[in-house]
């Protein structure tokens, strides 16, 4: 019924700026790497909600007449991406509905994972839904709650929720943010002093889009806490008590932009870092260092420093192509790798390179860029992975393949090197993850790509026989 596990999103919130759509449209802007498939602003104005989506890019959707139109001081925005099969227009979101607590519209970010279960129970009950994204089930549970308060009705919904939620919720009247307790997808919180002592409050999925709208960021929004925002100013609180931290540490492998600071870190020290402790913990006897752009360039800048070898953009990347990865079917994603990466022969001829890249999920792109690196005169190719094996989906957002689909669930590093066609294959150990993402004195990253050891319950998702525990 859901696909919403293969699913990926960025959200924005602004409140209390003259004309929010802007803020909102530049906020997505800057998060657009975290989904191209559709895109969508709510605003209110106080009276009532507008709400824009469309399939495409941000900025082709939200041309200036469309956000012209969109009015109010409040504004909130989605863009997402999910594969195949599910890619309709009624799942963009944000998704709005006139219900008996008003109009309301929700942007979400993350997966909730009993939201089959719930919808069950509510189709059961007479709810009607439009679409197939578990963010619906947030709102009927709203809508039938008996709270009269809008804070204590999405209390009581989120109460209910299992698995990831970043989310922003527009009424006519105010804004609410909510994380969920593990605080698996982040939320970072940001402020603009505006003229005359007024302040506008900012969220988003990331820092990167408080930097392009001149907001400064404040902080993350807590695991299990709710961030109230209306013409009384702001009201945090805690709508259940904090569980066992798992913040997703793909986000810095490679989801979130460098230039961000993620649960309080920035991306960019910790792929610095995963490229360092990488060359100390798999060196290689080589002549450059060259990443697989983007993905690769940060670790890389790393391994290289670390180990004393010239860093070179051996490869050039079209940026005018979409990520090959997200096309939905083979034939295109095989041909993608060529669309999108040209070698540069004068800089690889004759040449032993240590390749570097962020992840191996199927393995047949890293092949094709290794085998590209080699015709394009490499002598050696030696493949660096700045995490550890990804072994297993992920069901809180992140857009993984299935288990049978994950070479690194089903092939041993050695099987997976002649695989890839490499001359040397190294990953990076768990533990250097950790401490790449300063997490090795206390774990508050969830891992579950790399152990298969999940910190919430999984309910009937597809390869889980029994909700695990994670172990360390
Ligand atoms: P493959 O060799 O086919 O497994 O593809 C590996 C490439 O996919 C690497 O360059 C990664 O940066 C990229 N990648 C990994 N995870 C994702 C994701 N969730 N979305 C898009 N690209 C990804």
Redesign the pocket.
């Known amino acids: 019924m859901f696909d919403k596990f293969r699913e990926?999103c960025g959200v924005v919130g602004i409140h209390g700026y003259p004309e929010a759509s802007n803020l909102a449209y530049l906020g997505l802007h800057a998060l657009q790497h975290r989904g191209q498939e559709s895109a969508g602003i709510a605003t209110s104005d106080g009276r009532s909600i507008s709400c824009h989506k469309s399939m495409g890019l941000v900025a082709d959707i939200f041309t200036p007449e469309v956000v012209g139109r969109l009015n109010g001081y409040m504004a909130i925005g989605h863009t997402r991406y999910s594969t195949a099969g599910d890619t309709v227009l009624e799942n963009a979101q944000p998704l709005y509905v006139m219900c008996n607590k008003g109009p309301l519209a929700v942007a979400h970010n993350g997966n909730i994972t009993n939201a089959a279960e719930i919808r069950r129970d509510l189709e059961r009950d007479g709810s009607i839904f439009q679409a197939t994204s578990d963010t619906e089930v947030i709102l009927h549970l709203m809508a039938h709650s008996r709270e009269r308060n809008l804070a204590a009705a999405l209390r009581e919904a989120l109460l209910q929720l299992e698995g990831a939620f970043s989310l922003v919720l527009l009424a006519r009247d105010r804004m609410i943010v909510a994380r969920d307790p593990h605080g698996f997808r982040p939320m970072a919180m940001g402020l603009m002093e505006l003229s005359g002592g007024r302040k506008c409050y900012c969220f988003a999925s990331e820092t990167c889009a408080f930097d392009l709208i001149g907001a400064v960021y404040m902080n993350d929004v807590e695991p299990g806490e709710m961030v109230i925002v209306d013409a009384d100013g702001i009201t945090r609180q805690r709508y259940t008590v904090p569980r066992e931290p798992a913040h997703c540490v793909?986000e810095h492998v490679?989801?979130s932009r460098p230039d961000s600071t993620v649960f309080g870190r920035s991306v960019q020290l910790s792929r610095e870092m995963m490229g360092r402790l990488l060359a100390l913990e798999h060196p290689a006897d080589a002549d450059v260092v060259v990443p697989?752009p983007d993905?690769?360039v940060s670790a890389a800048i790393g391994f290289a420093d670390e180990a004393g070898i010239p860093y070179r953009m051996g490869l050039i990347r079209n940026h005018y192509v979409g990520?090959t990865?997200?096309e939905p079917s083979q034939a295109i994603r095989d041909f993608g790798v060529k669309l999108k990466l040209n070698p540069v022969r004068p800089l690889l001829e004759g040449k032993r390179v240590v390749l570097v890249?962020?992840?191996?999920?199927?393995?047949?792109?890293?092949?094709k860029i290794v085998r590209m690196v080699r015709s394009a005169g490499a002598r050696e190719v030696h493949l660096r992975i700045s995490c550890p094996p990804t072994v297993s989906p992920c069901y809180y957002g992140?857009?993984?393949p299935r288990k049978r689909e994950l070479?690194g669930a089903n092939y041993s590093v050695e099987e997976i090197k002649k695989f890839?066609e490499a001359d040397s294959l190294g990953y990076l150990s768990m533990s250097a993850l950790r401490k790449a993402v300063d997490d090795d004195d206390q774990v508050s990253h969830c891992y579950a790509c790399y152990t298969g050891d999940y910190p919430s319950g999984l309910v009937n998702i597809e390869e889980l026989s029994a909700p695990k525990v994670r172990r360390y």
């Open positions: 990926e793909f490679y989801f697989v993905s690769g990520r990865f997200i890249d962020d992840s191996i999920v199927r393995g047949t792109t890293s092949r992140v857009d993984t070479i890839v």
